[in-house]
Protein backbone atom coordinates (compact mmCIF):
# COMPACT_ATOMS: atom_id res chain seq x y z
CA UNK A 1 0.00 0.00 0.00
CA UNK A 2 2.55 2.31 0.51
CA UNK A 3 4.18 1.73 -2.48
CA UNK A 4 1.17 2.35 -4.46
CA UNK A 5 0.71 5.94 -2.51
CA UNK A 6 4.40 6.55 -3.29
CA UNK A 7 3.84 5.99 -7.05
CA UNK A 8 0.70 8.02 -7.15
CA UNK A 9 2.42 10.92 -5.16
CA UNK A 10 4.67 10.77 -7.54
CA UNK A 11 2.37 10.76 -10.74
CA UNK A 12 0.17 13.40 -9.76
CA UNK A 13 3.18 15.65 -8.71
CA UNK A 14 4.79 14.89 -11.81
CA UNK A 15 0.97 15.19 -13.64
CA UNK A 16 0.47 18.89 -12.08
CA UNK A 17 4.08 20.51 -12.66
CA UNK A 18 3.83 19.61 -16.34
CA UNK A 19 0.83 20.85 -16.97
CA UNK A 20 1.70 23.93 -15.42
CA UNK A 21 4.45 24.97 -17.77
CA UNK A 22 2.86 24.87 -20.70
CA UNK A 23 0.00 27.17 -19.41
CA UNK A 24 2.49 29.92 -18.52
CA UNK A 25 4.94 29.12 -21.51
CA UNK A 26 4.77 32.24 -23.49
CA UNK A 27 7.03 33.60 -26.20
CA UNK A 28 8.84 36.81 -26.64
CA UNK A 29 6.80 38.13 -29.87
CA UNK A 30 3.58 36.75 -28.60
CA UNK A 31 4.14 39.41 -25.51
CA UNK A 32 5.09 41.94 -27.35
CA UNK A 33 2.11 41.72 -29.82
CA UNK A 34 -0.36 41.46 -26.64
CA UNK A 35 0.92 44.74 -25.17
CA UNK A 36 -0.08 47.78 -27.20
CA UNK A 37 1.05 51.10 -26.47
CA UNK A 38 -0.89 53.90 -25.98
CA UNK A 39 1.59 56.40 -27.08
CA UNK A 40 4.56 56.32 -29.62
CA UNK A 41 8.18 56.13 -27.81
CA UNK A 42 9.33 59.52 -29.07
CA UNK A 43 13.39 58.17 -28.66
CA UNK A 44 12.96 54.37 -29.09
CA UNK A 45 10.91 51.43 -27.72
CA UNK A 46 13.22 49.07 -28.82
CA UNK A 47 15.42 47.99 -25.74
CA UNK A 48 17.03 44.51 -24.42
CA UNK A 49 19.08 44.01 -21.60
CA UNK A 50 22.50 45.36 -21.75
CA UNK A 51 25.72 44.54 -20.49
CA UNK A 52 26.18 44.31 -16.83
CA UNK A 53 29.87 45.45 -16.92
CA UNK A 54 28.45 48.69 -17.42
CA UNK A 55 26.60 48.58 -14.35
CA UNK A 56 29.29 47.87 -12.22
CA UNK A 57 31.31 50.66 -14.02
CA UNK A 58 28.61 53.29 -13.21
CA UNK A 59 27.70 52.01 -9.54
CA UNK A 60 31.64 52.10 -8.71
CA UNK A 61 32.34 55.24 -10.68
CA UNK A 62 29.42 57.63 -10.07
CA UNK A 63 28.13 56.04 -6.94
CA UNK A 64 30.53 54.61 -4.17
CA UNK A 65 33.55 56.77 -5.30
CA UNK A 66 31.11 60.12 -5.01
CA UNK A 67 30.52 58.25 -1.61
CA UNK A 68 33.98 57.42 -0.31
CA UNK A 69 35.25 60.74 -1.69
CA UNK A 70 37.43 59.42 -4.54
CA UNK A 71 36.25 61.51 -8.12
CA UNK A 72 40.03 60.74 -9.23
CA UNK A 73 39.02 57.81 -10.52
CA UNK A 74 36.27 59.65 -12.99
CA UNK A 75 38.42 59.96 -15.83
CA UNK A 76 39.19 55.93 -16.15
CA UNK A 77 34.91 55.73 -17.09
CA UNK A 78 34.01 59.06 -17.89
CA UNK A 79 34.00 60.19 -21.78
CA UNK A 80 36.16 63.36 -22.35
CA UNK A 81 32.85 64.97 -24.04
CA UNK A 82 30.65 64.04 -21.39
CA UNK A 83 27.42 66.12 -21.18
CA UNK A 84 25.68 65.71 -17.74
CA UNK A 85 22.40 67.36 -16.77
CA UNK A 86 22.10 67.12 -13.12
CA UNK A 87 18.90 67.42 -11.38
CA UNK A 88 19.30 71.03 -10.35
CA UNK A 89 18.74 71.86 -14.25
CA UNK A 90 22.40 72.68 -14.36
CA UNK A 91 24.36 71.30 -17.72
CA UNK A 92 27.95 70.81 -17.63
CA UNK A 93 30.14 69.81 -20.27
CA UNK A 94 33.36 67.95 -20.83
CA UNK A 95 35.13 65.85 -18.28
CA UNK A 96 37.58 67.74 -16.70
CA UNK A 97 34.24 70.20 -15.89
CA UNK A 98 32.61 67.23 -14.78
CA UNK A 99 34.97 66.36 -12.12
CA UNK A 100 35.91 69.62 -10.92
CA UNK A 101 32.07 70.26 -10.30
CA UNK A 102 32.05 66.84 -8.55
CA UNK A 103 35.10 67.41 -6.15
CA UNK A 104 33.83 71.05 -4.97
CA UNK A 105 30.05 69.47 -4.27
CA UNK A 106 31.49 66.30 -2.41
CA UNK A 107 33.65 68.68 -0.39
CA UNK A 108 30.57 70.55 1.36
CA UNK A 109 29.81 67.13 3.24
CA UNK A 110 31.42 65.43 5.75
CA UNK A 111 29.35 61.99 5.19
CA UNK A 112 28.12 60.08 2.54
CA UNK A 113 25.82 57.28 2.65
CA UNK A 114 24.70 55.76 -0.76
CA UNK A 115 22.10 53.00 -1.09
CA UNK A 116 21.31 51.78 -4.50
CA UNK A 117 17.70 50.57 -4.74
CA UNK A 118 18.06 49.11 -8.36
CA UNK A 119 20.30 49.26 -11.27
CA UNK A 120 20.17 47.82 -14.56
CA UNK A 121 22.22 48.15 -18.13
CA UNK A 122 19.92 48.49 -21.57
CA UNK A 123 20.30 48.25 -25.19
CA UNK A 124 18.59 50.38 -27.45
CA UNK A 125 18.43 47.97 -30.78
CA UNK A 126 17.30 50.62 -32.95
CA UNK A 127 19.67 53.26 -31.99
CA UNK A 128 22.81 51.07 -31.54
CA UNK A 129 23.36 52.51 -27.74
CA UNK A 130 24.20 51.12 -24.39
CA UNK A 131 22.50 52.81 -21.20
CA UNK A 132 22.82 52.18 -17.42
CA UNK A 133 19.63 53.21 -15.19
CA UNK A 134 20.29 53.53 -11.37
CA UNK A 135 17.69 53.98 -8.77
CA UNK A 136 19.00 54.78 -5.56
CA UNK A 137 18.59 56.91 -2.43
CA UNK A 138 21.45 58.86 -0.66
CA UNK A 139 21.87 60.95 2.89
CA UNK A 140 24.45 63.37 2.90
CA UNK A 141 25.61 65.16 5.74
CA UNK A 142 27.14 68.70 6.05
CA UNK A 143 29.78 70.18 8.90
CA UNK A 144 27.12 71.98 10.69
CA UNK A 145 25.05 68.92 10.93
CA UNK A 146 22.90 69.54 8.32
CA UNK A 147 21.38 66.53 6.50
CA UNK A 148 20.37 66.37 3.09
CA UNK A 149 18.20 63.03 2.10
CA UNK A 150 17.02 62.52 -1.55
CA UNK A 151 16.09 59.60 -3.89
CA UNK A 152 17.62 60.30 -7.25
CA UNK A 153 17.56 58.41 -10.34
CA UNK A 154 20.63 58.26 -13.11
CA UNK A 155 20.73 57.43 -16.67
CA UNK A 156 23.86 56.79 -18.31
CA UNK A 157 24.67 56.27 -21.83
CA UNK A 158 27.92 54.39 -22.60
CA UNK A 159 29.66 55.39 -25.47
CA UNK A 160 31.29 52.41 -27.81
CA UNK A 161 34.48 52.64 -25.88
CA UNK A 162 32.45 51.51 -23.19
CA UNK A 163 32.78 55.37 -21.65
CA UNK A 164 29.57 56.82 -20.25
CA UNK A 165 29.41 59.88 -22.56
CA UNK A 166 26.11 61.59 -21.14
CA UNK A 167 24.05 61.67 -17.95
CA UNK A 168 20.35 62.71 -17.20
CA UNK A 169 19.69 62.85 -13.25
CA UNK A 170 16.79 63.56 -11.38
CA UNK A 171 15.79 63.60 -7.79
CA UNK A 172 13.07 63.91 -5.42
CA UNK A 173 14.80 65.88 -2.31
CA UNK A 174 13.58 65.90 1.06
CA UNK A 175 16.03 68.78 2.45
CA UNK A 176 16.17 69.21 6.06
CA UNK A 177 17.40 73.38 7.80
Not at 54 to 81: C, F, H, P, R
Not at 100 to 122: F, H, T
Amino acid sequence: MKKFITILSISVLAFSCSDQKTETTATPEAAKASAPLPYTAAYSSDFEMGNPAYVATILQGSWKDWETNNMDNMKSWVADTIVAFHSDNTMIQGADSLIALWKRGRAEYVSVIDSVDAAMAVYSKDKNENWVLVWAREINQKADGKKDTMALMETWRINKDGKADMLLQFDRAKRKK
